[in-house]
């Protein structure tokens, strides 16, 4: 053992971090440990963290963090040196959702209002005195989402970023300006001069433009006639556009999925599938137009990202994810500091959030499914490791574990999800099973980590199930295809015999299941209680959609695509009118025999409200019991903190007085 591992380990061991004791399990009582996981409130699940994102500046001086004040997430700075903490500043009608440093001195944050997600950017001093407003949200009745957004940070430029919007020559967001054009700009965080870096025109039918390390647009991605996705590349502003490549458009997995330009701006690091379905890492060079052999090919799942310097001047290594994250090292002395932290941290993910221009002083996160984070400050010049806040405050030893299951389809399609079973399971009693389908649906996957749906619904006393179901991300290409057009069909398939696997293996009580899922989980938690009603005890629906001939034109489909261009309607759900009335789970209500949940958000740009208007109208037309939330101020899920919390509250009781666990 080296003499910095030693001192991680005693170090670890004199701080208050829970996950040196997870071992302690062993030895303990199952109906104690479940009588006290009972006990836990929902705020202890779903109130705000303590801490998110925490960002050590560039000089690793100070390290600003998200906290909750008064109901919302406010921006802090803590002073390394001093060891004091104050606020810098908080929202007034919105929680600030994330943030980046700009220099030691600045700080560029947004907040999403009313959870609409239209996001406002804005940057600030040290003493949130000096805030300079940069893109504004949508006023009024205009909640569709976003008029802009950043696209790059520009790492390397302490006074400027990239953003995309709409913007009047006041500079001002003006909604009423619908003839405006659509940018690309460079904008000053310090006085918000702009300066215009690309034009969106609507016969270029442009896809997605990707930045260099001075802000210059030089990539591009345009959709042509017969369905292909045609790359172009220019040099430097005003230059003209070549074409570098061509494929097929998919939707989803792009053939190529362009990460960033390494510092030399030239060489742009790219995942590509041309060769490995679920992708490689390779390094195209702009200047030859000539893309190298694979540096990376993932041995299983596929590539989540890439680890360089603070300047992006070395591929220090990548980032991959199967069942669970794993890397892969190019530079030795990284891949030897993160075998340190593992073996000081074992059974836990370990990743460094953030770290100083010099690397010498490092954020690192340690998380595991039963621990819900904590963030060390790692100071490799002084050899220490100290504990700075852990995100919640809950025992591990209250929590339990996700395990891996793999099972096959109806059809022989190998699926692959997580089962956390709580503590009655010990005893090898069937409990109740809630089956948790993730949203998206396409791409997007569950994870191995900690959940607090699964924790908050593993406390209670029930099993929880979550496939990754085709259509699902993390798999490759093919995987994600094998989804296409299966809205209520082969992907509801795959959770109705998840369901049934679970039961035979003797993990679920046959006669106490339930489904629960929010987006196009609430669509497959709806369409499991209409087609498969004989299955489950009860449902939740939080947010899903429930009638597929509502066209997806605000958040599911490119608002800046018309006429024949790609449609998401079309080519991931249902091509026909037959297709989405037999699959919209609102034209077959009359089957449910369970009782259900929903909950909802006027403000929703992703499942309009007329959803619940139709499904509602069904449900008393065919005298259903259910019972329902709505809420005036939320959008796509509850973002407010006492909106989030009297969904689970109501969540509770309902999945109590229907599904109801084992005693403890």
Request: aromatic share 12%; charged share 25%.
């Amino acid at each position: 053992m080296t003499l910095l591992l030693q001192r991680f380990t005693l170090l670890v061991a004199l701080l208050s971090g829970v996950p040196m004791a997870l071992a302690a399990d062993s030895a303990t009582d199952w109906t104690e440990l479940a009588r006290q996981a009972a006990e836990l409130p929902a705020s202890a699940f779903f109130e705000y963290p303590e801490v998110r994102q925490p960002q050590l500046s560039p000089d690793g001086r100070k390290i600003a963090f998200l906290f909750p004040f008064e109901g919302r997430m406010a921006l802090g700075l803590f002073d390394r040196q001093t060891r004091s903490a104050r606020m810098i500043l908080r929202g007034r009608d919105e929680s600030l959702l994330s943030f980046f440093w700009k220099g030691n001195e600045r700080i560029v944050f947004y907040a999403d209002y009313q959870g609409n997600e239209s996001t406002f950017v804005a940057s600030t001093d040290l003493t949130g005195k000096k805030v300079t407003r940069i893109v504004e949200t949508q006023p009024g009745e205009y909640l569709q989402g976003s008029a802009g957004g950043i696209l790059d940070n520009l790492g390397a430029d302490t006074d400027h970023i990239v953003v995309t919007g709409i913007f009047r020559p006041s500079h001002w967001f003006d909604s009423s300006a619908t003839t405006a054009d659509f940018v690309v700009t460079r904008v000053n965080v310090r006085n918000r001069g702009l300066s215009i870096a690309y034009t969106y025109h609507e016969a270029d039918r442009t896809w997605s433009v990707y930045v260099d390390n001075a802000g210059v647009v030089r990539l591009r991605s345009r959709e042509v006639k017969g369905g292909l996705m045609v790359w172009e590349h220019r040099d430097d502003d005003g230059a003209r556009w070549r074409e570098i490549a061509r494929h097929a458009i998919h939707g989803y997995a792009e053939t190529w999925e362009p990460q960033f330009f390494a510092a030399d701006n030239r060489t742009l690091w790219l995942i590509s599938r041309e060769e490995h379905d679920r992708g490689a890492l390779y390094a195209y060079d702009t200047m030859t137009d000539v893309r190298g052999d694979a540096v990376f090919v993932p041995p299983e799942g596929e590539i989540t990202s890439l680890v360089t310097s603070p300047d992006r001047r070395q591929l220090q290594g990548v980032t991959f994810e199967g069942e669970r994250r794993r890397y892969h090292w190019f530079d030795a002395g990284r891949g030897k500091l993160q075998a340190s932290l593992e073996a000081t941290f074992p059974g836990q993910d370990v990743t460094i959030a953030s770290k100083s221009a010099d690397e010498q002083v490092c954020l690192v996160h340690i998380g595991s499914d039963r621990e819900a984070g904590v963030y060390y400050v790692l100071d490799r010049k002084a050899g220490s490791l100290t504990q700075f806040k852990r995100v919640r405050e809950l025992d591990p030893r209250l929590l339990r574990p996700m395990v891996t299951v793999t099972f096959a389809a109806r059809d022989g399609v190998e699926l692959h999800g997580y089962l956390t079973r709580p503590f009655a399971a010990e005893g090898g009693r069937k409990v109740p099973l809630v089956i948790n389908p993730h949203g998206g649906p396409f791409g997007v996957r569950d994870a191995w980590g900690f959940n607090p749906d699964v924790q908050f619904l593993v406390s209670r006393g029930y099993a929880v199930l979550q496939v990754n179901y085709r259509g699902s991300g993390g798999y490759g290409r093919e995987f994600i295809s094998k989804g296409r057009r299966q809205w209520g069909r082969a992907m509801q398939d795959d959770l109705t015999d998840a369901v049934r696997w679970a039961i035979a293996q003797g993990y679920a009580d046959p006669d106490r299941v339930a489904i629960y899922g929010a987006s196009y989980g609430g669509y497959a938690a709806l369409a499991g209680l209409a087609f498969t009603p004989e299955l489950y005890r009860c449902g939740v629906n939080y947010v899903g959609v429930a009638d597929l001939t509502i066209g997806f034109k605000r958040r599911g489909e490119d608002a800046y695509r018309r006429g024949s261009d790609f449609s998401y309607q079309r080519e991931w759900i249902g091509a026909t009118n037959d297709y989405a009335n037999e699959t919209s789970p609102v034209n077959f209500v009359e089957r449910i025999r369970a009782p259900s949940l929903h909950a909802y958000g006027r403000k929703d740009p992703r499942v309009e409200f007329d959803h619940w208007m139709r499904l509602e109208s069904a449900l008393k037309k065919h005298r259903k019991p259910y019972a329902a939330i709505e809420q005036k101020r939320q959008g796509h899920g509850f973002r407010d903190e006492r909106a989030s919390l009297e969904f689970y509250a109501a969540m509770e009781r309902f999945l109590a007085e229907n599904l109801g666990p084992n005693p403890p």
